[in-house]
C-alpha cells in the first residue's frame, strides 16, 4: 500500500500582489509611472476635485537631446458641468500632484469631458414596507384608480420611512 504524505502548508498570496505586474504594466501605457496618482487621486486632489475628475493619462513630451526634460500633460476624464471649476483650479491641482510627485513633473492639465466610470454607484433604496403601504393606502380611498393609488401608496411609505 501506497503512503502519501501530507500536503504542505498552503501560502496564499493577496490578489493585488498577484497582480500587480498586470497593473503595473496597464498604468505605464497610459503614461504613470505609478499607479499612485490614480488610486490615491481622492488625497492628491481633494475630495471636491477627485468626485468629478479621474486621471486618465500623462502625456510625456519626446525628449529633446542636450535640453532638460519638459514637463507633462496630465489628462483628466471631467464630467461636463465641472470642467470649468476644474479649469478654474488648475494651478492648485498641479501643485498638489507636483507636490505628490516630489518634483515638477506636470506642467500642464488636459480636460476630456465625459462621464466618470463610477466605483461607488449610489445603492437602491428598499422597498418599502407593506404594512406602512397599506396605511397610506387606506387614507387615499378617494382616488379611484387602483394604480395609482398603489404607486401613490408606495410613494407615501418611502417618505414616510425617510
Known sequence: MARFSKPGPISA???????????????????????????RWGEIAG?????????LKIQWPRPVEGQPQEPATLVLRVEGPMALEIQHASDVILQRVNRFFGWSAVGRLALRQAPLSRRDRPAASPAPDPKTVAKVAETLASVEDEELRAALARLGASIKRN
Open 47 to 55: 475630495p471636491e476635485v477627485a468626485a468629478h475628475s479621474q486621471p
Open 13 to 39: 498570496k493577496p490578489l493585488s500582489v498577484l497582480l500587480s505586474d498586470v497593473f503595473s504594466e496597464a498604468y505605464a501605457k497610459q503614461g504613470f509611472a505609478a499607479r499612485e496618482l490614480v488610486t
